[in-house]
């Protein structure tokens, strides 16, 4: 007897109730749609009817009560298989600090860091002495890095992953390409020499959002899509709805079913495959130092 296809794994999407913590990004009349609390009870009848395993909650602001709130709420929900979450990279105590979160409840789904670099006004602000001093804490723990940076700050991200072979780079939203204006330079030979590095993996989601909200179609995405998947190839691309920000311009139905156009089916390495290795396989480890 054939055993069931794997179920989808949504590797990127978020939370937040914004009576316990403003999300002080969601400003202006555009993304007023989203100013708004959003739980997994809201997400759960999209990934229930999609065909989701599993999730990966991101983080959304740096706020250190964040991560760990994450990590309750993974706890104690069966749809969520890992987390990424926040830490102050520049902070000496970057070891101590990951180390205090994988012994807290739900501690053991843990499997990332990201920092919102795209906010940062250096372009080189993941060159930083102190930053890549918390990078090498990351790498210790056994967690992965993601990469959430616009495509000026490219060149920062790729120097900074060849410098840290040892630990894991994912690539959130394809590196933010400026889908709306149809333009695939310089940010198509930026993506390409990340690819090249062998510890960088990226992360088809974001792109809706990148691209014109009431009127883009997949033939808009395909050169975008297209590029990472031959440059990184299907075993190094996941697939993450971007939940709840992916509504702004389409559902987590339309999003998933524009993916699998781009890819060209039901590849089990973009929609689950490559997520199960990069995330959820570390759901749980140890770094034998810690």
Not at 161 to 188: N, Y
Not at 205 to 222: K, N
Not at 278 to 284: D, I, K, P, Q
Request: glycine fraction near 8%.
């Amino acid at each position: 007897m054939t055993s069931p296809a794997p179920g989808v794994i949504d590797a990127h999407h978020h939370v937040w109730d914004l009576s316990v913590r403003d999300q002080d990004w969601i400003t202006g009349p555009e993304l007023a749609p989203i100013r708004r609390n959003f739980g997994l009870d809201d997400l759960l009848p999209d990934v229930r009817a999609a065909g989701v395993e599993a999730t990966v909650i991101v983080q959304t602001v740096p706020v250190a009560e964040e991560t760990p709130e994450f990590l309750a709420l993974a706890d104690g929900a069966d749809l969520v298989g890992a987390v990424v979450g926040w830490t102050d990279l520049t902070r000496p105590d970057v070891a101590d600090t990951l180390a205090g979160l994988r012994r807290l409840p739900g501690g053991q789904y843990l499997v990332g860091i990201r920092h919102p670099v795209q906010g940062e006004p250096d372009p080189e602000w993941l060159l930083r002495r102190d930053v890549r001093t918390g990078l090498r804490a990351v790498a210790e723990a056994g967690l992965v890095y993601d990469l959430l940076v616009r495509p000026q700050q490219l060149d920062a991200a790729v120097r900074v992953a060849a410098e840290h072979p040892e630990l894991t780079f994912v690539l959130d939203h394809l590196g933010k390409p400026p889908i709306a204006s149809k333009a695939l330079e310089p940010w198509s030979s930026q993506v390409r020499a990340l690819a090249q590095l062998p510890n960088t993996v990226c992360k088809l989601s974001g792109m809706v959002t990148e691209a014109d909200w009431a009127a883009w179609t997949v033939d808009a995405l395909r050169p975008y899509a297209d590029t990472v998947l031959e440059a990184f190839g299907p075993g190094r691309v996941m697939f993450g709805s971007d939940w709840p920000v992916c509504t702004l311009a389409a559902s987590y139905e339309q999003v998933l079913h524009a993916a699998r156009e781009l890819v060209g089916g039901q590849d089990e390495e973009v929609f689950g495959g490559t997520a199960r290795r990069v995330y959820l396989s570390r759901v749980g480890a140890r770094n034998s130092r810690t």
